[in-house]
């Protein structure tokens, strides 16, 4: 069974470039966490890659529905409704890794295209402190609050303790006993 991200790119798939024109706009303009720079002239990848990471897997579906929908492509999102719900049933496991934890894993393998989202200009080399200090800001930026919960998780599973519990999960871990207490105080000082 596909990931969340393949049937995401799937009801993409189908948008001529005029009808893709206006679910980017529908979708800048209902989601504030979405910068329109973000979506103005992205590709269909880029697309589904910034919606995942604003909002994480499960969110994502929604959102897309909602907005295939909003543009009349009705069959399109009824096909990725389905599609989603089956995936769940037969427990296909991309479809619910927490998007805190994907997130964590792209930094520490060094995914920075995954990471993009978070940094207004592109970057090559980003350390922990800095990643967790933009999701602080993205987050307060948000008006629906759906980032705060993120924030929360993206911060504890960076925990030395978290990825101890987690070795499975994780090709190797990181000390980030500094980055974590800076970016406390970073929160505490804004």
């Known amino acids: 069974m596909a990931s ?10 189908e948008l001529k470039e005029a009808e ?7 979708l800048a303009n209902e989601y504030k966490c979405i910068p329109k720079c973000k979506v103005e002239k992205a590709k269909k990848f880029d697309t589904v890659d910034t919606i995942v990471a604003c909002f994480g897997p499960e969110e994502a579906v929604k959102v897309m529905v909602k ?6 492509q009705m069959i399109w999102a009824n096909n990725l409704e389905n599609e989603h719900k089956q995936a769940q049933a037969e427990g296909n496991k991309n479809t619910s890794l927490p998007v805190g934890v994907h997130v ?5 393998n060094k995914n920075m295209q ?7 200009e592109p970057k090559q080399n980003i350390i922990l402190q800095e990643l967790l200090q933009n999701a602080v800001d993205k987050a307060r930026r948000s008006q ?10 993206l911060m504890g599973i ?11 999960l ?16 970073y929160i505490k000082k804004e």
């Not at 995954?114 to 207004?120: A, N, R, S, T």
């Open 4 to 13: 969340v991200k393949d049937l995401l790119m799937d009801s993409l798939q």
């Open 20 to 26: 893709l024109e206006v679910f980017h706009w529908h």
């Open 158 to 168: 960076s925990l030395e303790s978290s990825q101890n519990l987690l070795k499975g």
């Open 104 to 108: 964590f894993l792209c930094y520490l």
């Open 114 to 120: 995954e990471l993009q989202f978070f940094f207004d």
């Open 170 to 185: 994780f090709t190797h871990s990181e000390d980030t006993t500094e980055s974590i207490a800076k970016t406390t105080e």
């Open 67 to 72: 907005m295939l929908r909003k543009i009349n």
């Open 144 to 153: 629906r609050g759906h980032l705060d919960l993120f924030l929360r998780f």
